[in-house]
């Protein structure tokens, strides 16, 4: 840490210290206005002062001994470094007090850091919820770190994407700080656009440095698991009379160890089953080992009996698997359940049988997802429920008039997709094909 910003540091500690004997002034009125006023110019790191005893003017016991604590000297310079709070757009020094109680060795006394699990326990909600991080051993991270985060990944991110995404935004709220940058010049928020001054402070500087992959992930689990709870109780809540079900193999892949004997990936499950409700939100899931039903007749039964005591039946069940199934869905949920084939997979059947190396198989497939639309939804966003059975059919025709070989060789239609798009037209049961739109099942009969 340079001696300007031990200097700077200080110049708050003294500031921060002359309102303990009266009220706070309203610049102290919360520790995230402090970190801004006195930000560290020339290094673009925020200052947090965490004593709560000065903060609320309260009384803390030692959780060992039970005596009152007195305050004693900060931490931030010599071998007490600050630990790094990792924000969105800036990080922070934490610059928290030492406590020291009469307990212990007469020779030395017994001291505890202001943040310490224990002391924080002592401490009120909203008390606590103006320490606006979470601390761990080497760093800390901020709650707007932890939102951006979570908001990322609901949106399909890997931790590598918000690691870089946090990247270009410090590049774009710290650009303006340095003479020879502007924003204008970041241009794409890549390396190259950025002035040799500012890029070498960026690169080098600790205290400036964005959080790695395996600290995004650190946060999520740790977030998650303290918001486990919240989730399951959510869950537990949910309703449904109609349920989609499927196995998904992207994330248990994922999910395994590194063998020590020949340091072999070695994956712990086959996939992922998940069951769905009405408006596409999550009702139970499973890591399975295989694809057999009995793997997760268990988890169908809870289900059923959730949805019982709810006052819920579960009247309809929408997979892939559907004539393999159906008797054992029958067993678990009633005789009246009707078992259909989701759309989904009714037209991945088609488009699977077409050469993903033809030239015209992309265009081939992304017309057949019009066959369920209605004929004023031709664009790239679904904007309309399914139509009735005959614009089906006839959408189907005519995706068939256009693809089918007829003699041009230049088209990707194979005597599979042929025989599949029979199976589909000529079902012997009904099939039902509903369409996920604006949170609701748009269902209609077919054929």
């Not at 610059?95 to 924080?120: A, F, N, W």
Request: hydrophobic share 35%; aromatic share 12%; charged share 25%.
């Amino acid at each position: 840490m340079t001696p300007e910003c031990v200097e700077q540091i200080e110049t708050l500690i003294e500031k921060f210290q002359n309102g303990e004997a009266g009220q706070f002034s309203a610049k102290y009125d919360e520790l995230q206005q402090v970190r801004l006023d006195y930000s560290v110019e020339h290094s673009n790191i925020g200052i947090f002062l965490w004593c709560p005893m000065t903060r609320f003017g309260i009384a803390i016991r030692c959780p060992v001994h039970g005596m009152l604590l007195s305050r004693s000297r900060w931490v931030y310079k010599d071998s007490d470094t600050p630990r790094i709070i990792y924000g969105l757009t800036m990080n922070s020094l934490l610059v928290q007090r030492y406590y020291y109680c009469g307990g212990g060795e007469r020779k030395s006394k017994h001291k505890i850091l202001s943040t310490d699990p224990d002391i924080m326990r002592q401490l009120t909600v909203n008390q606590m919820s103006t320490a606006n991080f979470k601390l761990r051993h080497k760093c800390g991270w901020t709650l707007d770190l932890t939102n951006f985060i979570f908001t990322q990944i609901s949106h399909g991110c890997t931790f590598l994407d918000i690691a870089e995404q946090v990247e270009r935004l410090r590049l774009e709220s710290w650009g303006n700080k340095f003479d020879a940058l502007s924003l204008k010049e970041l241009g794409s928020y890549s390396y190259e656009n950025v002035s040799h001054s500012f890029r070498k402070e960026f690169e080098q500087s600790d205290h400036l440095k964005v959080p790695s992959r395996d600290i995004i992930e650190t946060i999520f689990l740790e977030t998650f698991g303290e918001r486990k709870q919240f989730y399951e109780h959510f869950m537990d809540d949910l309703t449904a009379t109609s349920i989609s079900m499927d196995h998904t193999f992207k994330v248990s892949k994922n999910i395994g160890v590194v063998r020590c004997v020949d340091q072999k990936w070695t994956q712990q499950y086959s996939g992922l089953f998940i069951v769905l409700n009405e408006q596409g939100l999550v009702l139970t899931w499973s890591f399975t080992a295989t694809e057999k039903f009995g793997e997760i007749s268990h988890l169908l039964s809870s289900l059923r009996d959730r949805m019982s005591n709810k006052g819920r039946i579960v009247r309809q069940a929408y997979l892939d698997n559907c004539c393999k199934w159906s008797k054992c869905l029958e067993e678990v949920f009633g005789p009246g359940l009707d078992v259909k084939l989701d759309i989904f997979h009714g037209l991945q059947r088609i488009t699977r049988t077409i050469p993903k190396r033809h030239k015209k198989s992309s265009a081939c497939s992304a017309d057949l997802k019009f066959v369920v639309r209605d004929r004023d939804d031709q664009g790239a966003i679904r904007t309309r429920n399914t139509p009735n059975q005959s614009v089906i059919e006839e959408n189907m025709s005519i995706f068939v008039s256009k693809w089918s070989n007829n003699g041009n060789d230049s088209s990707p239609w194979t005597a599979d997709t042929d025989k599949e798009v029979s199976n589909l037209l000529v079902s012997q049961d009904e099939i039902i094909i509903y369409y996920y739109y604006l949170q609701c099942f748009s269902v209609c009969k077919r054929y």
